[in-house]
């Protein structure tokens, strides 16, 4: 049976008529914005490209500035792109349209409504159960965010102030970062299938005083008891020193269709009720707060490839701009007639830029969902793009990998006749993916679009700008609209034409970030130090002689799972946890759908010890310092560690074994100080390799 939920509660004639009433208030108080344009339909699509693309080179302010007037600004300064990548000529910093003033919030909703947009449906949102749905339009949306924001300003947040947020995929997760948006407050969105400890040290480092979160949520069949995972971490945090002040916990269980039995029922306290706290400010006020171009909007976490996470500071005007042109551009957005889904969660740069600011700034009706691909069944993606009739599908290769594992009639058995654009993202495209994209998904009727970029970059790098780039599986990508892309070889200098090497990026573009949270040496140690004047994406790539690029995977210690960049650094420091281990070692091996699975090395002091409960143990910690996605797949017991002289553990070898290839096929190995510890490898390699 199709169960409707609802979000909103159902407007009676005399609420209708107040929240009418408050809106003409805010309407009157807020002129609308002469600038603020309507949708420009002679607005130069992908097709222009290359013409395009010099201009973005050519004049970068004009270029900029120009797409930023679309948006709304309180005041407009002359200033474009300021920066510098060179730390030996001073500090290396970001800047767009400094002193100029905005407020993203107002841009994603009143801006929208102004030009008549209020009653569009800004999320469609799909629950993990099937039939768990409900909609809400501009007006509604820009509401709840009002109320969200006197909460917020109730409980003492103020412009500046950094704010955790830790939801699943629910209508509230966009509301409570639109919410931070509009007071000027920085959001901290972690994702919610973190460990308690990967939020607490998170809440630590980003100093966040209050905490966004729910009750629970299920995922599939399994429930996921978010508010005491929360608890835990607000315990975490009181043990290292940091103290979050205030909770506000959303009810969300009690409005959606059991999938399994809950684990637990959530303890939320009443001053912690999300209802409760709304009703306790309904008459704060809580004003747009006009931001400064440079002042921060968010701050998103992000593996490093040594030490902690890396707080990633996007600001206002620059992100802003890249977000809205770059969500224009690559999905070819038509906000009239599109419903565009992208599937990625909020927790990661992906949901930011392209399922919350990308899609609201253009005023389009995205889908919002909950659940996975795989539950009920592998239908489910396609029977939600046939229900609301997608035209633009951001999705990634390891969902791809997924669901082409299973009957082509999953899909076929959906309608997809609007479906236009498909995009995807986190990983290289394998072949047989971008082909089971275009001819059983796309009939050979869409484009398929690689987008790359990072959590740094916060738009896209490159693309296959869809009428610029020849529609063929292994086709390279070309750079986004004002990206300009270089290789280095190994010593630094630029390669010219075909070749393959490191991908730096050149010039600034708006949408990059500014900073690392609370370490503006790491930032520049990380991206700049490496090669001067660059930013170092942390990837290798290959051009052809066109300038198409194929970027071919990191080139530092971070691996991809499934999309998810992770640090071999932490997971090792996790096991390297357990008291029997001495030391510990992780690479990246290939897997069948999640691209690459974490594969560790373990040296225990006593052999005979090592037994499935320890390696269980290990994976326990892993799963409660990190999460469930960096467990690796193996752990194999090492009873030494290849070791140049100098000490560094020599993962090339390393990757041999978990890669499953054979001893002979080592390579020089001349340079260990003990050989004897690489033939171990091998003995203790599991059978089923
Ligand atoms: C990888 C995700 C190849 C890359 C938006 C990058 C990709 C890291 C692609 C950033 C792609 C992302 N082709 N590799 N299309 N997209 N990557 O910060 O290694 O979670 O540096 O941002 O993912 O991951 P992050």
Known sequence: MLRTLRLIPTLSRANMHSTAHNFGAAQARLKEPEDCLAFNAEFPGPCHYHQLYEESLANPDTFWTNIASQLHFKHKSDKGL??????????????????????????????????????????????????????????????????????????????????????????????????????????????????????????????????????????????????????????????????????????????????????????????????????????????????????????????????????????????????????????????????????????????????????????????????????????????????????????????????????????KDYERSKLKVIGTVGEPMNPCAWKWLNEVVGEKACAIVDTYWQTETGCHLLTSHHTAVPQQSGCGNLPFLGISPQLLDDNGKKIRGEGHGTLVVDRAWPGMMRTIWGDHKRFIDAYFSPYPGYYFTGDGAKRDDEGHYWVTGRVDDLMNVSGHLLSTAEIEAAIASHPMVVEAAVVATSHKVKGQTPYAFVTIPDTAKFSDKIVNEMKAIIRKKIGPIAVPDIIQFAPGLPKTRSGKIVRRILRKVADGEKEANLGDTSTLTDETVIHELWVNRPIKL
């Open 82 to 411: 300021e920066y510098n990548f060179d730390q030996r000529k001073g500090d290396v910093f970001v800047k767009f349209m400094d002193g100029s003033i905005t407020n993203v919030a107002f841009n994603c909703l009143e801006r929208n409504i102004f030009r008549g947009l209020g009653d569009k449906i800004a999320y469609k949102w799909e629950g993990n159960a099937d039939g768990d749905y409900e909609s809400i339009t501009y007006n509604e949306l820009r509401t709840k965010v009002v109320e969200f924001s006197r909460v917020l300003k109730n409980r003492g947040v103020k412009k500046g102030d950094v704010v955790g947020i830790y939801l699943p995929m629910i209508v509230e997760l966009p509301i409570a970062m639109l919410a931070c948006a509009r007071i000027g407050a920085i959001h901290s969105v972690v994702f919610a299938g973190f460990s308690s400890n990967a939020l607490a040290e998170r809440l630590r480092q980003s100093g966040a005083k209050t905490l966004i979160t729910c009750d629970g949520f299920y995922r599939g069949k399994k429930h996921i008891p978010l508010k005491s995972i929360a608890d835990e971490a607000l315990m975490i945090c009181k043990n290292i020193n940091h103290s979050v002040e205030s909770t506000i916990c959303f009810e969300h269980l009690k409005r959606v269709t059991a999938t399994g039995a809950a684990s637990e029922v959530a303890v939320i306290n009443d001053e912690e009720n999300w209802d409760n706290a709304v009703a306790d400010s309904k008459e704060v006020s809580a004003p747009v707060e006009w931001c400064q171009a440079e002042d921060p909007l968010f701050i998103l976490y992000t593996s490093g490839s040594t030490g902690a996470p890396k707080g990633i500071v996007h600001t206002n005007a620059g992100y802003m701009t890249s977000a809205y042109y770059s969500m224009q551009v690559t999905f070819d957005a038509k906000p009239e007639t599109d419903v565009y889904w992208c599937m990625a969660d909020c927790g990661w740069i992906t949901g930011h830029t392209y399922a919350v600011y990308g899609p609201l700034l253009n005023g389009m009706t995205s889908v919002l969902f909950e659940g996975i691909p795989s539950f009920p069944d592998y239908s489910r993606t396609w029977k939600i793009v046939d229900k609301h009739q997608v035209s633009k599908l951001y999705t990634s290769p390891t969902a791809v990998r997924s669901m082409m594992a299973h009957p082509d009639h999953m899909v």
